[in-house]
């Protein structure tokens, strides 16, 4: 079985610029989640869908960042324009169930913003 | 809203040393609790989970850990530690009725051989 899969595993970008992170799920999980790890600091939760629909979104630091899940498959999170606290790795998990359940996780890519 | 704090950010230890991590959570209902290991390179990884029953939890690769509900804590064991346990640990908990991870910062764990 694949895992979570995340592309690109590493970007470098100035600030201002635009970068869209890509998040595959394992097939079969209704349930994908965005976390973010800035440097230093510990793994925070951005938002998370149920299929194609935005369960909750209350981590989404501001408006430059947009998140969609179209067809309930894969995620993007587009960055726009990126400033230089956006650096960090992002986090992309998956799971089956959502009350709870194990979340599997991706490789992260990590964003740094010049 | 809740919160995860692991006691230490960095720990060294040699090879057959005993390891302990400790771990609190701030919320009082009820909550599933998770340990989490990134080894170098490689993802995040669940290492073991609470959700319920029997309070001491056993994971994967020797580890363990108790839940202990009076004090809110969810503290990470292994009797002795290998050099490949080289890795960065980190507790998280899930409250009932919601399903993101609240992570505490992580920590750092160093075995030297």
């Known amino acids: 079985e694949a895992g979570v899969t995340q592309f690109p595993s590493h970007s470098v970008i100035e600030k201002g610029q635009t970068v869209t992170l890509r998040c595959d799920p394992i097939s079969g999980h209704d349930n994908l989640y965005w976390y973010r790890r800035v440097m230093g600091k510990e793994i925070k939760f951005l938002l998370h869908?149920?299929?194609?629909?935005?369960?909750?979104e209350s981590g989404m630091p501001n408006n430059r960042f947009l998140a969609e899940r179209t067809g309930g498959t894969y995620s993007t999170l587009k960055v726009q324009p990126a400033e230089l606290e956006d650096s960090g790795v992002y986090f992309c998990a998956s799971s089956q169930s959502a009350q709870g359940g194990e979340q599997y996780f991706g490789p992260g890519t990590r964003l740094t913003v010049t | 809203a809740q919160s995860v704090s692991q006691h230490n950010h960095h720990v060294i230890l040699s090879e057959a040393a005993s390891l302990e991590l400790g771990c609190n959570y701030s919320y009082g209902g009820t909550v599933n609790l998770f340990w989490y290991v990134q080894y170098p390179g490689q993802h995040l990884q669940l290492l073991l989970k609470y959700f319920s029953g029997d309070p001491l939890v056993k994971g994967i690769k020797g580890f363990e850990a108790e839940f202990i509900k009076s004090k809110f804590s969810f503290n990470l064991r292994k009797p002795s530690v290998q050099w490949s346990d080289t890795a960065e640990y980190f507790c998280?908990?899930?409250?009932?009725?919601?399903?993101?991870?609240?992570f505490g910062k992580g920590t750092m764990l160093l075995v030297s051989p």
């Open positions: 998280a908990v899930i409250s009932s009725g919601y399903s993101t991870l609240t």
């Open positions: 869908f149920v299929k194609e629909s935005k369960q909750d």
